[in-house]
Each structure stands twice: as C-alpha cells, then as structure tokens.
C-alpha cells in the first residue's frame, strides 16, 4: 500500500517556516545587535544609529502597505527572492558603513527586504493554499519568527564576537540566499491550479468558488469599523510587546543577573511557540475577536507582574504569561481579516494591518526608554505596557459590520 502524498500546501508552510527564521532573524531581531556592533566599533551616538533603525522599519511599513499589488504585478517567487537578495545587501551594507549617512542607504536595503519576506509576505505564501486548516498553516508558518530570535540573536553575537561585524554579516548574508533561493523558487511558484490541486487538498470539485467582485478601495476600507477595530488593537498590542521586549532585559538584568535575564527572554520567546501553535490547532470555529482579546489579557497579566513583581517565581511566571501571547500577535490579524472580510480583499487588509502596526511600533523602544529615564525604574514604562495590551483587548471586541461579499 503506498503513503498518501503530502499536500503541497504544508510543503510551502515550512518553506514559509524557513523564510519566517531568516526574515526575523536578520530583519527584525538583528538591528539591536546592529546598533551595538556599530557603537562599539565607530563610537556613534546611540540615538543616530537607532534613528536609523527606526528608518529600517518605517521604509517597510510603506513597501508593506502595496505589497498586495506588487505581488499582483511581479509575483509571489519573483517578489520574494527580491527581497531575500535585499536583505542580504542590507545586512552586507550595515556593516561596512564608514559615514553615518550611510546608516540610512543600508536601512533602505534591510527596510525594503524585510518589508519583502515579513509579515504580510508569510500570509500571502499561506493564503492561497489554505482555507479550512489556515490557522495551523499560520501556526508552523509564523513559528518561524520565534525560531528565528531564538537561534539569530545568539548567532550574530557569537560571530561578530570572533570574526567581527563585517565577516558575521557575509556569512548569514551568504547562507540566507544559499538556504532561500532554491527553496521560493521551487515551492512559491506554483498555485494550487497548476497541480490540479485546490485548498487545503480538497478534490477540485469541493474548492472554494472564486471572488465574485472586485477588491475594496484601500480607503474604503480602512475607513470600516471591522478595519480600524482590527488595526488600532494591534497597534496598540504591538507597540506594547515590542517596547516590553526592547527592555526586557534591562528590566531583569538588576534581579536575575545577565544569565538569568538571558534565560527568561528565551522563556518568554518558547512561551511564544507553544502560544501560537495551541491557537493554531485549537481555535477552530470559535471567535477570533473575543480569542484576541483573551490574549491581551493573559499578556497584560504577565506585564502586571513584570512590573510589580519581585523575586525569580514571579518575574518568570511573567515572562511565560506575556511570551504566550507574543506570537498571536502576528498571527491573528490574518485569521480575524479571513472571517470579517470578502476573501478578494483579505490580503489587502493584512497589507494595511501589517503597514500601521510596523509604523506605530517603531516608535515604542524610544517611547519605553524615555519613560524609563524620566521616573528612573521599569514600572511606568511597564504599566503603559500593561494599560495599552488591556484597551487592545476592548477594542478587539468592539467588531464591526458583517462581513461583506
């Protein structure tokens, strides 16, 4: 008796996987390392670099908010091994800057590749081979994104500690096209018609039938409730965790010592694993507004803790509560858009969703460091933290109209 065929859909998911490992690894994770390599070696100012930083992604989140009609223009394989390449170039470029001019020429580069290969790109790889099992296809997909801090964060830090900046930044540069190029040019090409295939590996006959209208205009849509209700709380959620996160070991460093703290930020980020993969297969038919908004909560409690608490049992029940929720973020925008809006318009609304998130939280390191010179502690910076993921969890249940088309 021979094995059933795997569905080619779960052959792109892990291909998304590998991109997601990559494309967080250098594009998200990797600038905090960049922004010490390049202060330790040239002596620039912290706010130059970081406002370079803040460049990379603000450029990304402009890219992000078009990324539907570039895909609809270049496609999905072609667009993707672009920004591969790009973000080879950027990294390459980061660490061979000898002006500070040039700071922002490589966060061009690493800002347009990573707008390329992120978020909106992963829904777009998964969309269109899933309908029914997208949450778990999501899932696998995006774990990617925690593997990739887990595994990059202690990489560059390790080469550029014995080879220095520029070699770490050829290596993982060099390794990054090696790994990705055959793999999006062999399983992001094709779509389910080409191999007499439709979503989810259901028979042909059963597919989904296509989109009978014309995609919404962006403003129209981002003039809906179900829209803004979406985007502002995950704004808000986002610009929360990635300002707990930016300062997350500052704030243990002072109880649990620089090991310690190293290890509970790795336990928030494996918390975060287990916390998308237990949506993904979990979640089902159940609502996926009032699921978002469960998720603030439980990361708003550990926040709590984090900024109240004191001793290692409660600093690390924090860490773990807050790291279950850190994943969903990303991963659950795309599942709301996929019940609350027509199915032509969902890769748009993730596009725009993506974009605003990446524009608001930007803004959030510098934010949280402010609050934290002004009143000399974590609690302010932390309770806001707390403050904004509970007001998400309101907003995320105030929906909208129902879906349309």
């Not at 010179?373 to 007001?391: E, K, M, N, R, T």
Request: contains cysteine.
């Amino acid at each position: 008796m021979s094995a059933t065929p795997i569905f080619f859909g779960w052959k792109v998911a892990w291909v998304a996987f590998a991109i997601a490992v990559f494309a967080w690894g250098v594009g998200f994770y990797g600038p905090s390392v960049f922004l010490d390599a390049i202060h330790a070696e040239r002596g620039w100012q912290i706010a130059t670099i970081s406002a370079a930083i803040t460049a990379h992604f603000l450029l990304s989140a402009v890219i992000v908010a078009v990324l539907p009609d570039i895909h609809r223009r270049y496609g999905l394989a072609p667009t993707t091994i672009t920004g591969v390449a790009l973000l080879a170039a950027g990294i390459v470029a980061w660490s061979q800057v000898r002006e500070t001019w040039q700071l922002f020429a490589a966060a061009l580069l690493s800002g347009a590749g990573w707008a390329l290969t992120s978020g909106a790109a992963i829904n777009a790889m998964i969309a269109r081979w899933f309908e029914r099992d997208r949450p778990k296809a999501l899932s696998l997909a995006f774990n990617g994104s925690s593997v990739g801090g887990v595994l990059f964060v202690p990489l560059w830090i390790a080469l550029v500690a014995h080879f220095g900046f520029g070699t770490a930044a050829l290596a993982i540069a060099l390794t990054m096209l090696i790994v990705l190029w055959p793999l999006v040019s062999r399983f992001l090409a094709p779509v389910p018609s080409d191999l007499g295939l439709s979503p989810d590996g259901r028979p042909p006959a059963d597919a989904p039938s296509p989109p009978s209208s014309t995609p919404c205009d962006r403003r129209a849509l981002i003039r809906e409730r179900r829209f803004v209700t979406i985007s502002a709380a995950f704004a808000l959620g986002l610009f929360a965790q990635i300002g707990i996160f930016t300062h997350l070991v500052a704030r243990l460093t002072p109880e649990l010592g620089a090991a310690g703290a190293a290890a509970a930020v790795s336990l928030a980020t494996a918390s975060a694993v287990a916390g998308r993969t237990l949506l993904g297969w979990l979640i089902g038919d159940a609502d996926r507004r009032v699921a978002a908004a469960g998720n603030f909560v439980v990361q708003a409690c550990g926040v709590t803790l984090l900024t109240l608490g004191g001793g290692t049992a409660t600093l690390l029940v924090g860490c773990v509560l807050f790291g279950l929720g850190v994943g969903n973020l990303v991963s659950l925008p795309p599942l709301i858009a996929q019940r609350d809006f027509a199915r032509n318009d969902v890769g748009t609304v993730v596009a725009l969703v993506v974009a605003i998130n990446q524009a608001v939280f930007a803004f959030a390191p510098a934010v949280f460091g402010v609050l934290r010179d002004v009143s000399a502690s974590y609690a302010l910076p932390f309770a806001l933290g707390a403050g904004l993921q509970l007001i998400a969890a309101l907003i995320v249940l105030s929906r909208g109209d129902a879906r349309s088309g």
